[in-house]
């Protein structure tokens, strides 16, 4: 600033000196000093105006050049907008951090505004919901999301707990259930965050059957164990009622003895490494035996009926040049049996029941178990494998079932890296299906 004045008082001293020689006289002198002021004022103005200009568009890149305050006033005017410049990139680049972070959640997320307007979402609660992530920003979110409940629950402004929605890809056979939770924050905004808890549904209503089923399960032949254990305390009865008592208490109790052992053998398979491949066994053994279970279970069960089913087996030569399979014998005719089992149950005297094993091109093996039994709905394929779940209760407990046989057969599947298939139609009958990689086959012969 002193060399501002100093630089000031310059131009006028050489403004008078140059009067005072034009013109002569003291008169001469101010006049020169008020000219050269008034020039200095309009040059100072005219780099102060530039300077301005410069600073009214902000290019860094046209900085002007001068020396002097104007300069000294430029260049910390560069240094600051530099400075400012790259503290919003740093919080730019924080931003767009915290936004990926935030995309690569397996939940959804939307930001709201005080409005309830969408500023912003993710991808997962784009899918969850239906959101286009550029054409639905600033809309709003009672305006995208119509379900009864969330309307109630945005409405009520109580967001201590969540809401749980249907999903907008959910059908009958294949329910979707979104959490959804909002979190209010800053200055009315909120935040909305949604996961699918179709799963964790699924498996605490799983759990809750399964309680109640093997309670059920358990009870019931424990009922009818009490009741003839009473009467047989209480009643004098004749040898042959006493007998016949006794046949039924034997009865419910191998019932009971059924279900535990079920049960052990799914704590078993759940809690086993899966198998190696050291131990072979012949295809042709495996499928001998289950069909020696399958033909005598058949024999049973039409005894007092007046036509058997028809069951038609892969022949012993057929299953001789099919070689090898690694795993556990003992599951995997467990597995095999119980589905052979099942169409003998479910499938009416006289109806027909087909057990193939068949190659494919790619080296596995299907085997599979056809039958003309009443069929089952489509509501029901997906939950067939879980735990004690029947379609038809009262048959299932006829026939001697325990409800636990699909679910042995799903996890000893899945443990010889094979997939079980189900189809059916009602009125026409079921075909399941086990597919055995080619990893697990040897031996067989090309066909020539």
Not at 248 to 264: G, I, K, P, T, Y
Not at 363 to 373: C, H, I, L, M, P
């Amino acid at each position: 600033m002193l060399w501002r004045i100093s630089y000031f008082l310059l131009w006028q001293i050489a403004g008078g000196g140059l009067g005072w020689w034009w013109q002569g006289g003291p008169w001469g002198a101010a006049l020169g000093a008020a000219l050269a002021a008034w020039a200095w004022f309009v040059w100072d103005l005219l780099r102060g105006a530039r300077v301005l200009r410069w600073l009214r568009t902000g290019d860094l890149t046209e900085v002007p050049a001068m020396r002097g305050i104007w300069g000294e006033a430029a260049d910390r005017a560069r240094r600051l907008l530099r400075r400012q410049e790259a503290q919003i990139r740093d919080s730019q680049d924080r931003l767009q951090e915290i936004l990926a972070a935030l995309q690569a959640t397996p939940n959804g997320v939307v930001l709201l505004d005080g409005q309830g307007r969408i500023e912003w979402c993710n991808q997962i609660a784009a899918s969850q919901f239906g959101f286009d992530a550029q054409r639905d920003v600033m809309q709003s979110i009672g305006n995208l999301v119509r379900d009864p409940e969330f309307t109630a629950y945005y409405a009520a402004q109580d967001f201590s707990h969540d809401v749980v929605l249907e999903g907008r890809f959910s059908t009958p056979s294949r329910p979707v259930r979104i959490s959804v939770h909002l979190h209010p924050y800053g200055d009315g905004r909120t935040l909305l965050l949604s996961r699918d808890v179709t799963a964790l549904e699924q498996a605490e209503a799983m759990r809750r059957d399964f309680v109640a089923n093997v309670s059920h399960e358990i009870r019931t032949p424990l009922t009818v164990l009490t009741g003839f254990v009473e009467t047989l305390q209480t009643l004098p009865l004749s040898a042959d009622e006493r007998s016949r008592y006794l046949g039924m208490m034997a009865q419910q109790a191998l019932r009971m003895q059924s279900v535990v052992q079920d049960l052990l053998t799914l704590s078993r398979l759940e809690g086993s490494p899966p198998p190696g491949m050291a131990e072979w066994t012949p295809v042709q053994a495996l499928l001998q035996r289950c069909e020696e279970e399958g033909r005598a279970l058949s024999a049973l069960v039409t005894q007092t009926q007046q036509r058997p089913h028809a069951m038609v087996f892969p022949s012993t030569d057929a299953l001789h040049a099919e070689g090898d399979i690694a795993g556990v014998p003992a599951e995997l005719q467990s597995a095999l049996s119980n589905l052979i089992n099942n169409a003998v149950r479910y499938t009416p005297a006289g109806g027909m029941i087909t057990v193939a094993w068949t190659r494919k091109e790619d080296g596995s093996a299907v085997f599979s178990v056809q039958d003309t039994g009443p069929g089952i709905a489509p509501e029901h394929l997906p939950r067939l494998t879980e735990r004690f779940y029947r379609v038809d209760r009262s048959r299932s407990r006829e026939t001697g079932g325990t409800g636990l046989g699909l679910a042995i057969v799903k996890h000893v599947v899945q443990r010889h890296g094979a997939t079980l298939d189900i189809t059916s139609t009602l009125g026409k009958g079921s075909v399941f299906s086990v597919t055995f990689p080619a990893n697990r086959l040897r031996g067989f012969a090309l066909p020539g």
